[in-house]
């Protein structure tokens, strides 16, 4: 079984797409897709996008909100 240095030695010659499929494939690998969470978050997301383009919302800047709840 390969340890983690020869891994990382290895994950160096990917390209930053296979990059980030494998940290995907980790992450996968720890905690599953949970479809019902999964679902959830993207009608979420359709709703604000809705609501940003029927401007019934406002964009804050990241930084305003860093400044303001940032440590």
Same mark, same amino acid.
């Given at each position: !079984? ?5 891994? %990382?030695?290895? !994950? +160096? ?6 990059? %980030? ?5 980790? %992450? ?7 479809? =019902? ?7 979420? +997301? ?19 909100? %860093?400044?303001?709840? =940032?440590?």
């Amino acid at each position: !079984m390969p340890n983690i240095d020869s891994i %990382l030695s290895d !994950m +160096a010659t990917l390209s930053e797409r296979e990059k %980030l499929q494998l940290v995907d494939k980790i %992450l996968l690998s720890v905690q599953p897709i949970n479809k =019902g969470v999964d679902a959830a978050w993207s009608h979420e +997301a359709e709703e604000r996008v809705k609501a940003f383009d029927a401007e019934n919302i406002s964009i804050v800047e990241a930084q305003d909100v %860093l400044e303001k709840y =940032g440590d």
